[in-house]
């Protein structure tokens, strides 16, 4: 069974950073793209960013997503956080072979229970 947990969440001042870590079991990260989403207080899920199986990292703006093959995790750095990143921080795939970014950004259907991210003074 494919199944992921996040970790690293917690409360960070504004302008400050924070890592958040993803671990697989069950199935291995090289083949899988993964997909980073947020939810915020009665506001709809919100999508990241994504890394393919290819790529050992990416970047969107202030978040960057990187991956450890070795030990089967993938992380988010973010950076420069405010108060509007407040947020449950998810991170999911799709399970299929051969998935890709465009299809884990819209059709996961693997996710963990996330991890709660609060940025305040």
């Known amino acids: 069974q494919w199944q992921l947990v996040e970790s690293g969440g917690g409360l960070v001042q504004p302008g400050g950073s924070l890592k958040l870590s993803c671990t697989a079991s069950?199935?291995?990260?090289?083949?899988?793209?993964i997909g980073w989403f947020r939810q915020a207080p009665g506001k709809e899920r919100e999508r990241i960013a994504c890394?393919?199986?290819s790529d050992e990292s990416t970047m969107k703006g202030r978040f960057t997503i990187s991956r450890d093959n070795v030990n089967n995790k993938v992380y988010l750095q973010m950076d420069n956080l405010k108060p509007e990143d407040t947020a449950i921080y998810y991170c999911?795939?799709?399970?299929?072979?051969?998935?890709?970014?465009?299809?884990?950004?819209?059709?996961?259907?693997?996710w963990g229970q996330g991890t709660q991210v609060t940025v305040s003074s």
């Open positions: 999911a795939t799709e399970w299929a072979r051969g998935s890709s970014c465009p299809r884990v950004l819209n059709l996961s259907d693997v």
């Open positions: 069950g199935f291995t990260l090289d083949y899988s793209p």
């Open positions: 890394i393919e199986p």
